[in-house]
């Protein structure tokens, strides 16, 4: 099978939420090929990582084989080398991982076999027939009424008062899921270490399971530093960081107890299990960032990423956009991928 175009759109989004990051600036990818199937990926970085897709990654891959994972694999490494004097992280990648999840199913479409299976299957221990899922977001109660057992809350420090309003979102938390759930929180680098130490005490009552993106991902070694300070608290992050190469930085430091790549933007499948490899080696568990979506979810589901899927429900009232029919929903608080070729979802061209 080979590689016939390759093209990349921004969609023209309906609802848009109120936040600066409106849908993650996420865009779709197609490649198409000489065996009569098409393959869609997701990826990051908006009109730019279109541009860098249709105005550069498009006449690298044409003509090139795609027959298996390592062909995939060797397109990678071509595209990263190229991309190189401007990429390495950022919109670069955001826009390779599009284009890697696109060859991947492309690649189970043409086997007829979810991406999944060509990962080498759902793993027994833990059983990944179905996978754990998490709702981030800020209505609890009804998370809860849906199922969830694991919960995170959005926190932005601003200042003194957000203390309390810390140990306020906790509190809620903790009460809808209950003495066994898992509670989680994501300051979205807007605490720094201080504030880190001193609500590791402070909400120490609510026995969080995480904190993550407690500081910038520059941060590395105050990261590394504040680990001791919060435990038995994890810090995780890795959502913006990059590759491989980007998470061997995080490895080197001992910044991270828990890893977050993000599929749709570090680099796809390819780097994921890269990342995973890295990851083994330096005992580190593994929570693909937004691991509901089917993207990260194939992933969790053939290998070693811990049992937990992030998904983001929104609100009980709220509205969004389908731009991917076929996408599981997490049912009583359990997620998992459909058997159905590539990734198992079909674009809704209505919004492209
Ligand atoms: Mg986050």
Not at 43 to 68: I, K, Q, T, W
Not at 117 to 134: H, M, Q, T
Not at 182 to 192: P, R
Not at 210 to 226: G, I, M, R
Request: proline share 5%.
């Amino acid at each position: 099978m080979k590689i016939t175009a390759v093209s990349a759109v921004y969609p023209n989004y309906r609802n848009v939420p109120a936040s600066w990051r409106t849908h993650f600036w996420q865009i779709v990818v197609r490649v198409e090929t000489d065996a009569g199937v098409s393959g869609f990926g997701y990826g990051g970085g908006g009109r730019a990582a279109v541009e860098v897709v249709n105005r550069h990654f498009a006449e690298l891959v044409a003509g090139r084989d795609l027959g298996s994972a390592g062909a995939i694999a060797a397109i990678w490494d071509d595209l990263y080398r190229e991309s190189l004097p401007y990429g390495r992280k950022g919109v670069a990648i955001m826009a390779l991982s599009g284009l890697d999840l696109a060859l991947w199913d492309a690649l189970g479409k043409a086997e007829r076999r979810p991406v999944y299976e060509l990962l080498g299957g759902a793993r027994p221990e833990p059983n990944k027939d179905r996978v754990r899922s998490y709702a981030t977001g800020v209505d609890q109660a009804w998370y809860a009424e849906l199922g969830f057992s694991a919960t995170k809350f959005p926190h932005r420090w601003n200042g003194e008062a957000d203390y309390d309003s810390a140990a306020a979102g906790a509190a809620r938390a903790r009460d809808a899921v209950g003495e066994d759930g898992l509670v989680m929180i994501d300051t979205y680098m807007s605490w720094d270490s201080d504030v880190t130490t001193r609500m590791a005490g402070l909400l120490e009552e609510f026995n969080i399971y995480w904190f993550e993106d407690v500081c910038t991902p520059d941060e590395l070694d105050a990261q590394a530093q504040l680990r001791p300070a919060v435990k038995p608290v994890l810090l995780a992050g890795g959502e913006h960081e990059f590759t491989h190469h980007g998470f061997g930085e995080i490895a080197r430091s001992g910044a991270l107890d828990l890893w977050q790549p993000d599929i749709t933007w570090c680099g796809g499948i390819t780097a994921g299990l890269r990342i995973l490899d890295l990851a083994r080696e330096t005992g580190i568990p593994v929570a693909p960032h937004r691991g509901g979506e089917v993207w990260g979810l194939h992933l969790i589901t053939a290998s070693d990423c811990i049992d937990l899927a992030e998904v983001l429900p929104g609100t009980r009232d709220g509205d969004s956009d389908v731009l991917w029919i076929g996408e599981p929903i997490a049912e009583n608080g359990y997620i998992a991928p459909t058997d159905a070729p590539g990734f198992g979802v079909r674009l809704n061209e209505d919004l492209i």
